[in-house]
């Protein structure tokens, strides 16, 4: 049995389809919030999922004590100190293709800058925001037409498609199979 951690701090749907992709494997998820009223805890609790709000000081503390094999972000919105990203395997998804459109409403940002093609991407967490190896990134094009919701659709879409999806291969060691970029 693999014990994943899935640390957020606000809507959760990530971890909604990740919790979904996993449901008939052998997997026990822990859902860890830093705000005690995000809606991820809420959806932990719906799906049936162990769920605990753990403040920020808490969280190095709280880690060591579980031995999970792999920690991973989903909407987090607090930077982890080194303390923590020096001593667990951290992953984390960007709603953009790395290293473009770091940090803060990144949708918008590359919607703004009018690029023909954004996406996501799943990287190690290290101690610089949203700038550690990349592990996998698919890309979501930007249509003339297309809105700004769209598009914020379109990326979540393509996140809820890739993480599992890379989470697997990462904790069985198989390769990551992904469709053709632009059918997400
Ligand atoms: C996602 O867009 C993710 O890429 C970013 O934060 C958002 C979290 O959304 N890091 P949700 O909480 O999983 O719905």
Redesign the pocket.
């Known amino acids: 049995m693999k014990k994943i951690a899935v640390l957020?701090s606000?809507?959760?749907?990530?971890?909604e389809a990740i919790v979904k992709y996993f449901k008939y494997k052998d997997v026990c998820f822990t859902c860890i919030s830093d705000k005690i009223q995000a809606y991820?805890l809420e959806r932990a609790k719906i799906l049936g999922v162990e769920r605990h709000f753990v403040p920020y000081d808490e969280t190095f503390n709280y880690l060591k004590k579980n031995d999970f094999d792999l920690i991973v972000?989903?909407?987090y919105m607090r930077i982890l100190p080194s303390e923590i990203v020096n001593s667990f395997k951290i992953i984390?998804?960007?709603?953009s293709l790395l290293p473009e459109f770091k940090g803060m409403s990144a949708?918008e940002q590359a919607y703004n800058a009018k690029v023909k093609t954004t996406g996501?991407t799943v990287h190690y967490v290290n101690e610089e925001v949203d700038a550690g190896e990349i592990i996998a990134q698919v890309q979501v094009p930007i249509e003339k037409a297309m809105t700004v919701e769209q598009l914020e659709e379109k990326?979540?879409s393509a996140?809820h498609y890739l993480y599992p999806r890379v989470l697997e291969s990462l904790l069985y060691g198989t390769p990551l199979k992904i469709k053709e970029p632009q059918t997400c």
């Open positions: 957020g606000g809507n959760g749907s990530n971890f991820i972000l989903a909407g984390n998804i960007h709603p949708i996501v990326i979540h996140e």
